[in-house]
Nanobody, 120 residues
Framework: QVQLVESGGGLVQPGGSLRLSCAASGSIFSIDPMGWYRQAPGKQRNLVASIDSGGSANYADSVKGRFTISRDNAKNTVYLQMNSLNPEDTAVYYC??????????????WGQGTQVTVSS
């Protein structure tokens, strides 16, 4: 059984910062990639950022220069540092991981989602 547990969402004023964390646990052999998606009300879920096991990252154009994704492979944890937040960043943020478990079977896993609200 694999679980992704997120933390770090909340309410922040425009221009503020938040840091999201997502820890994967279970019978994990490897994780590649890990990332974050977000879904605003009435909109589809879109990629925010992803990072592979070597540390190569890619970002949605809307967050480049403001968000930074990182990971700790030893802890099976991915982070999303979000700076200069604006109301358009308001959404439920979901952690994502493509995981190979110890039986060598692979699958896509999602966290439960964490709300980020940017408002004055």
């Amino acid at each position: 059984q694999v679980q992704l547990v997120e933390s770090g969402g909340g309410l922040v004023q425009p221009g503020g910062s938040l840091r999201l964390s997502c820890a994967a646990s279970g019978s994990i052999f490897s994780i590649d990639p890990m990332g974050w998606y977000r879904q605003a009300p009435g909109k589809q879920r879109n990629l925010v950022a992803s990072i592979d096991s070597g540390g190569s990252a890619n970002y949605a154009d809307s967050v480049k220069g403001r968000f930074t994704i990182s990971r700790d492979n030893a802890k099976n944890t991915v982070y999303l540092q979000m700076n200069s937040l604006n109301p358009e960043d308001t959404a439920v943020y979901y952690c994502y991981a493509h995981i190979r478990i110890i039986t060598m079977r692979t699958g896509d896993y999602w966290g439960q989602g964490t709300q980020v609200t940017v408002s004055s």
